[in-house]
Structure formats: structure tokens, C-alpha cells
DNA sequence: GAGCGTCGATAACCTGCGTTATGAATCTCT
DNA sequence: AGAGATTCATAACGCAGGTTATCGACGCTC
């Protein structure tokens, strides 16, 4: 899984919108591969803001330690996505990241990316449609946990892991490996890991997932998509027509 | 209160990195105030995206209507800010906004901000930090709503709103204007008006929140920032060093 | 394969917040 | 200035979800 396959920058491929020259300055995004071990911390909140990375193997998340002890995972992370984009424009990290499983990811620098911006105004649009993509998730996250209740956050959180997985073809059968504890899961949430649980035993009851440990199926994703009634545009929609003039 | 003004661009202008150019091209995001009425509703979630808005005076918010009935307000604007940023990239508006109040916006177009992006890095990383900054208030209430009890999430917002108004100079004697109904913060935090109001009276109760109708004083800033621990990098920190060499 | 640590299921209990309802105060329109 | 519409405060009641605790099933390591 490079940066190359990832959505964003098929999207621009597709459109013919990158030249050679785009494809090797991305693929020097990914000159350094590093092996990371489950539950390593790629960087602590607050921390100098002096790389990003992209993930070629393996889950992270993007987190916050709170004052009264408890964590809120912001953000899942996927290989082919960016983290740390977040940080951008910002001196300290806003938000710590750790693997969930062990993994590869490729560290790269500001320099490197102000180098893509200089170089190639596709490739500055695709990573700022990236970055806005992932705010959108963000975005969605935060209206469930204002809004919705306990298994319509579960639903949506693992419908929107499905949608996202299958794009980068780790999804078969409607199943899909979930290395996710439902201690990280209730994080993510807002809710307790005794909920998570409870949660997980009502959907199951309902035939609507069956998780066996790390592996999660859906049985009729199309019902789970109804049930929360999911907006998938803001995962799927291609690049507005006016931005291929641009490129 | 213009573009110029707003905080990121004082702050690049602090950095001698605005060139008169920039500040003609910035002014001219500006070239186009309108007079809103209280309510109006600037464009609904799923429209096209085909303007930007610049809000000179009042207040406006974003938000979703949800299958449910509720609504969710994802960001209250302010004086200064940048509207639909969040859509940029984006074939369709991710959500609504409407105007709180009544107030006046600068409308401009994608072409606008593409020639900004062409013509000036220095406001191009402006803009982005911008929107990057915007984002990193969203992740900060998408906290709270996960992690934190009602009032915990009341002061956090109130103390927000103290801090933005702050810098640009619509606090006095640590009071504000909170054009807010109790509703429309409750939408905003994920709570019932009811409790919301509850909410109200057990902070004025403890002496850290005095509110007249749409007047809202705090007595001790720093008492409520400690109650909520603000942690205030996200609002006021100037962009990291690399920048500077960069613009 | 014994021992230990992590993870998940389920139960019992409690509370924070939603819901509904009512009345008072304030705003808006004519 | 009167009528209707908003907005807000407060109370009564119920429930979703937090907390704590217990137990079984898997993974480790030696």
C-alpha cells in the first residue's frame, strides 16, 4: 500500500492530472520505511512538530490524554493514510499517535512537503483535499458523539471502517481484521468498555455484526448503512470538477 | 474587522511576510460585503460548493440536521473567520451554515482562492493554517463531547468563545456579547436546552459564569480555565519557525 | 503445561442527562 | 398596548450508560 494507491491521489491519476515527475515526488514521500511494534508511540501530544509520516502496514490512532484520566481516540488510521497533517501549521503536536498493531510507516519532513508544494500544484491540491478529507471523518465522529446513542456510534464507526477498508481492498466477505480492543473502541467512542460490550452483544443479537476476536464480519453492511443512515460522500466523492482546470 | 486584522494574518504580517501585493490580494476576498438578516441561512448541507465567505460583522455557525430531529452545530463563527473552508475539495457543502444574528459577510469564489494559492506561498500557508487552526477548535470540542459532563463542556465553550473575542477586542471588563439561545448551545455541545439551562445556573451558583439575557460576564477567567483545563496552543500559538523560512 | 496478564461477557447498582410539563419573563408584530 | 411567539427556569420522572465486580477464555513466558 503506497501513497500512490491511496484514494485521493487515484483520484488525481485517474483524471490524468499527474505527470511523471508527481509520481516520484510522491513516491519520495516513502523512502524511508520503518518497522514500528504494536503500541509504539510514533509521538507524544505536545511534541515538536518535526515529521509526518505515511503508513504503509498496520493501524495507528491519533489520540488525547485528558485531565481526568481517561483517553479519546480522535482519529483511525489506515495504511495508505498521512498522520500528522493535523499538526501542520502548528509549532507542537496537538494530539499523540500510537500503533495499535505493529506496522511500517515512512517519516517525512516539512521540507519535503514544501517541496511538493512548490513543485507540483496537483499534488498540493490532492494533499489538502487529503488532510480536509480527514477532517470530514473527524467532522462525522464528533456529530455521533454529540447526537446519536451508543450503537448507532458503534454502527457508524464500524461501517465507516468497512467503507474505508474495502477501498484499499482489505475487506473480504464482508469481513475484515479488527485489531482494535473494545477498550480502544469505547475511546473512540465516548463511551465505557463495558458498553462497547454490551453494545457489540446487542448489534450481534440483531444479526447485524459478528465479531470473532480480531476479525469483525457484516452480514448485510446494507442494513447496517441504513440503520445509520450513512453519508458516504465525504469517503467516496471525487475532486470537484473546478480543481481540474486547476491541475 | 477585516481579513487583515484576523489573527494568522497579523501574525504573518508581524513576521514582515506580507508584501503589499499580498495585503491587496487579501483585501480583495473583501471586495463584496453583503447585509445579512438574523437566521439566514448562507447555504444548506449538500448544496455545490461555489463560494467562500469572509464574515466582517456577527456571529454564524455551522451545523448538520440529523435523521433524528436534532441538529448538530459543528462551529460558531466569528468576526474574522473564514467560512466553508471545511467544503474545499468538496463537490457538495459538508453542511449548513446560518447567520446567528444579523451581520454583514464578503462572499469570493474557488478562482479567488487559487489565484491567492498561485500568487502568494505566504498567504497560502496563511489560509491553511487558517483552516488547519479551525479544525484544531473542532478536535478540541469533538474532545469534550466524548469525554467530558455538562458542565465541563458549558465552561470549556464559554471560556473558547472568551478567548476568541478576546483577541479581537470584543471583550470588556470579561464580558461578552452571546448572541447564543440556550438551544442552539445545547445543539452545540451535544445537551438538552434543559439541561443546558441547568447547567447555567450551577455554574452561576458557583460564582464562575454571570449571564443576562445575551450578555455573558466571567468574574475569574482563570478560575473557569482551570476547571476546564484550557489548553490554549491551538487558539493563540504563532506558526512553528520552518515556516518563516519558507514564506 | 503452569502461571500470569489481557480481554471480553454479564450482572447489579447508581447517576447524569433526556423528556415532558408548567409558568414567568421577554421579544415581536401590529 | 395587547396578543402571540420565544426563551428561560425549575420540577418530576425515567432510562441510557457509567462504575464496580466477577468469571471464563485466550494469549504470553519460562
Redesign the interface.
Known sequence: MTLLDSVVMQGLGRHGALTEEDKTLLLGLELNPRRVSAGEVLWQE?AD?DLFCVIKEGWAYSY?N???G???I?KVYLPGDIIGM?D?????R??GVAMINEGVICPFT??QL?EI??CS?AL??GL??M???Q??I??E???Y????AAHERLAHFLYELYLRLKRIGAVEDNGFFMPLSQEQVGDA??LSAVHVSRTFSMLRDEGLVVRDRQHVTLPDPEALARLV?FND??ID???????QS?T
Open positions: 505536545s512538530v488525547r485528558l485531565g481526568n481517561s483517553m479519546q480522535l493535523r501542520f501549521g502548528f509549532a507542537r496537538l494530539a516539512h521540507q514544501f508544494f512548490g500544484p498540493a491540491v489538502i483535499a488532510t480536509v478529507r477532517q470530514a473527524l467532522t465522529r464528533l456529530v458523539l454529540g447526537r446519536y467512542l465516548g443512515e460522500t465525504y466523492e471525487a475532486l470537484p470538477a473546478v480543481f486547476f
